[in-house]
């Protein structure tokens, strides 16, 4: 196993439990205590974690909370129509596209009403909601268990379902973005459906605003290469965009009014 993949699994963990020991880490990934020493000194030295005698704890910022989706459809309204406007550019009739239960993306969803001879997939109850009466759209909804706080379909009825498609292009939202750690969010559940649906596309697109940025949710779901188009609102740090762009991430900036 080559180091970056290992590192990708010991952050892995890391999301799910916290605190490991290095007697795990050589278990899980067959790699010597030398190595897996190695493999925390640079972990550590990026900031994602703090090694203890016989293991390390993960330095992520953030806890699993997570606001209700009533509260974040409420906030930051003008920079998420921004995004969505731009992202809107990125679909065209004859796509078929994944959209994923994000608030974000739900303005996005409310753009594409017109279009033609596009096939969405979601796991979003607003978005199929939405698209209901759209006589161009053609809308096919996962199925799952209903996050009611975060109105969010996962569990092993959606991870089912992805696991059988392949769509030209998934846009999915992002509640914490860091250019070293990666894509992370506040719940495995929704770690583990946001890794399937990035495995399903052929272009992966993400949005997300500026609060985003610099920060580590509680669930890893992968390094910043798995997506290829970021749209973000002018409000984000030049420093985040260039880092991104270096990471040869498409970053497409919509200018809020």
């Given at each position: 196993m080559l180091a970056e993949e290992r590192r990708f699994r010991i952050r892995e963990m890391l999301s799910m439990h916290r605190t490991v020991t290095a007697a795990e880490l050589c278990e899980v990934l067959g790699a010597t205590p030398v190595t897996i020493r190695r493999d925390l000194a640079a972990l550590e030295a990026q900031g994602l974690l703090v090694r203890s005698h016989g293991g390390a704890t993960s330095r992520m910022s953030s806890t699993n909370f997570q606001p209700a989706y009533e509260t974040q459809l409420g906030t930051r309204n003008k920079e998420k129509k921004a995004i969505a406007r731009e992202a809107a550019k990125l679909i065209a009739d004859g796509d078929t596209v994944f959209l994923e239960s994000s608030t974000t993306v739900f303005e996005l969803a409310c753009l594409l009403c017109q279009r033609n001879r596009v096939t969405v997939v979601t796991n979003s109850p607003s978005i199929v909601c939405e698209l209901q009466q759209s006589s161009g759209i053609t809308v096919l909804?996962?199925?799952?268990?209903?996050?009611?706080?975060?109105?969010?379909?996962?569990?092993?009825?959606?991870?089912?379902?992805?696991?059988?498609?392949?769509?030209?292009?998934?846009?999915?939202?992002?509640?914490?973005?860091d250019s070293a750690y990666g894509i992370s969010t506040s719940r495995q559940a929704e770690a583990q459906i946001k890794r399937l649906i990035l495995k399903a596309a052929k272009t992966r697109i993400a949005l997300a605003d500026h609060t985003k940025f610099g920060t580590q949710g509680f669930a890893f779901v992968g390094p910043v290469s798995d997506i290829d188009v970021l749209v973000?609102?002018?409000?984000?740090?030049?420093?985040?965009?260039?880092?991104?762009?270096?990471?040869?991430?498409?970053?497409?900036v919509a200018e809020v009014k």
């Open positions: 909804c996962t199925g799952g268990d209903l996050q009611k706080d975060t109105f969010y379909l996962s569990g092993d009825w959606a991870r089912h379902a992805l696991s059988e498609i392949r769509v030209d292009k998934a846009v999915i939202g992002v509640s914490a973005i973000t609102d002018s409000g984000t740090d030049a420093r985040h965009i260039e880092q991104l762009r270096e990471a040869k991430i498409d970053v497409v």
